[in-house]
């Protein structure tokens, strides 16, 4: 029989892509990026817009401004005035919801280190 794998090995292989997530957090990040967020984000400049609107340059950046996109009153309500620093990206990140209630964006991520990996990601694309 080919590829015989037993249980135990295929729960070391998880383990070690588990593992993989802190060690090239860069590589990590973009892969989860596109797991997570690239469906409804694009993160060239002049992307059409998705879901959700380009995260090109997003650190720094003043938070609802991409030029076109038409965000909720409930986000331009919760972010007013605002800056997206790594923090910010982080409390963004774990739970919209916390940041701007009522937010369109339907998402939520628990594990700090999935946070980390794609917000070092993110800083990459500008
Ligand atoms: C199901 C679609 C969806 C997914 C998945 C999603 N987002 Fe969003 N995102 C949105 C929408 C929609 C908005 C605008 C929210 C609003 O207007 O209320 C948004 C807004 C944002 C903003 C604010 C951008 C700005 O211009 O200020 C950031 C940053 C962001 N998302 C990051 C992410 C990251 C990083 C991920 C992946 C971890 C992600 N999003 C996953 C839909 C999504």
Request: glycine share 8%.
């Amino acid at each position: 029989m080919k590829h015989a794998w037993s249980r135990p090995a295929m729960l070391a292989a998880v383990l070690v892509m588990g593992t993989a997530v802190s060690a090239h957090a860069e590589i990590a990040g973009e892969k989860l990026y596109k797991q997570q967020c690239a469906a409804c984000h694009a993160v060239k400049p002049d992307a059409p817009m998705g879901m959700g609107p380009t995260l090109h340059g997003i650190l720094g950046k003043e938070a609802g401004k991409v030029a076109g996109f038409p965000y909720s009153e409930e986000f331009k309500a919760g972010l007013a005035g605002k800056s997206w620093t790594p923090e910010l990206l982080d409390k963004w990140l774990e739970q919209p919801q916390k940041v701007a209630k009522g937010t369109y964006m339907m998402y939520q991520q628990p594990d700090p280190e999935v946070r980390k990996a794609i917000i070092e990601y993110l800083k990459t694309i500008n």
